[in-house]
Each structure stands twice: as C-alpha cells, then as structure tokens.
C-alpha cells in the first residue's frame, strides 16, 4: 500500500508535558488590602485590625489568595503577614503579589519537587496552548527541569513544534 497515511507522531517516541494537567486545583482571589486603609492610602494599625478582625473569610475557604495592595500606599510586611495568618486556617495558599505572582509560585513548588527523570532520553514537547493561566515562568522552569534529562525539548504541538534544545 504506497498511499497509506503513516501517523510519524503516534509512532515516535515524542512524548508530550503539558502544564495544564499539573495545575492545582481551586479558586483563586485576589485580595486588595486598600479598603481597609484610611483614604485608601494610610494604615491606621487599629482601624487595619478591626477591619481584618471583622473579616468573614468563608469567601476564601480552599482559595488560593494574592494580596495586594491597588494604591501607592506604603504598607508595612506585617500588615500582610497579619492578613495572611487570618487567612491561613481556611484557604490553600496565600502570597503577596498578584495572581500571575500567585500562579508563579504555585508552578515553582510544584516543578521543583518533580521528578521528570522518566523522560530519560526522549524527545519531549512542552504543549504551549493552556486554557488556564499558566506563567511564562512555569515553562521556563520546566525547560530547566528537564534539560538534563530529556534527548530534546520542543515547545508547542506536534504539528508544529520549536525546537528549544537538543543533546549533543
């Protein structure tokens, strides 16, 4: 049969890593600290207390949570240390930043405890279209990661891939 159609992909050794299936799972919220400082620009330690005290954190139960602040405030670390610790009984993770800040430091835990040496001499495409909010920084890490293992590293689909790396 000289027409037959050879699917090359489906019997090469190529394998796919896709970040997407790695994402951790559950809300994430941004919390912006500036409505709890006076005009939105001045921590009042008492008031800034009070208000956290008040704070009904059901909303963020199982949440991942960015803290921020949306004003050129000048806040003071234990000021977010302090909502942090009201926070930390009930939700996954809190960070200061914003949520691509959130979703870095997610991807840097979650890449640095990986084990990739099962991609031991293979060629491995990183797939680059993610319909969730993965950072650049996770597919630069992971590039990392499995340099050392991988025969070489592409990103993007199989179809049409870059090449990123190859082993000599």
């Not at 912006?32 to 909303?59: H, N, Y």
Request: hydrophobic fraction near 45%; glycine fraction near 4%.
């Amino acid at each position: 049969m000289a027409d037959e159609i050879v699917n090359r992909v489906a019997n090469s050794k190529l394998v796919t890593f896709d970040l997407e299936d790695f994402y951790p799972e559950g809300p994430r919220i941004e919390l912006d600290i500036a409505q709890w400082l006076w005009e939105g620009i001045v921590l009042r330690e008492k008031d800034f207390r009070e208000s956290l005290e008040m704070l009904d954190t059901t909303p963020y139960h199982n949440a991942y949570v960015a803290l921020n602040c949306s004003t050129d405030a000048i806040i003071p670390g234990w000021a977010y240390t302090l909502v942090a610790l009201k926070l930390a009984p009930v939700v996954k993770k809190v960070v200061v930043g914003s949520l691509e800040t959130l979703e870095t430091i997610l991807f840097t835990e979650l890449l640095t405890t990986m084990d990739v040496s099962e991609f031991k001499d293979l060629p491995v495409i990183v797939k680059g279209c993610a319909h969730k909010p993965i950072p650049p920084n996770a597919y630069a890490l992971l590039a990392q990661k499995l340099q050392p293992y991988a025969k070489s590293i592409l990103y993007g689909e199989a179809c049409s891939s870059v090449p990123l790396f190859k082993k000599k």
